[in-house]
């Protein structure tokens, strides 16, 4: 099905055989860009009502960003994730989600939750402070100890 917001193209497959709902970038545990809010809160609901009235054993998303740590990420960009969240997600925490996503609807802006971040809107002072910190990453990963003085 259909399921804008995140991107206008975006579609959720359910797999009848194994019983994944494949959410693509639309929903997975990490950073969740919604570049059109209502559409993207329509695109959650109608997840959710699929995967009630189906037999969803797993939602699964295309990509992890989120730690174990509740509400932590890794900067964008991350090739190494040696403590990453799992990538199959409950439909709980796609209700999860779908709720969280209704009460930040107001406020754009990037929004931490423990399995997920919800940017509502362009959110540039967010995606700054992610480049700046995979930026540092980066710098410190290739500059030699005590080389920067």
Known sequence: MATPGHHEAAVTILDPWTGW????????PGRLYAFDFPAFQDSLQ?????????TVTHV??????MTRRPGR???????????????PMTLDQ???IRDAARDVAARPGAHTFDDFIIFNGRCIPALLRQLIRSF?????S????GSLH
């Open 60 to 65: 699964m998303g295309s990509h992890v960003e």
């Open 73 to 87: 990420d890794y900067p964008i960009g991350a090739r190494y994730q040696p403590d990453e969240a799992p990538l």
């Open 94 to 96: 796609l209700r999860t």
């Open 136 to 140: 540092g990453r980066e710098l410190r």
């Open 21 to 28: 709902l494949l959410t693509g970038d639309t929903v997975y």
């Open 46 to 54: 109608r997840m959710v009502q699929l995967a009630e009235a189906r």
């Open 142 to 145: 290739t500059v030699a100890p």
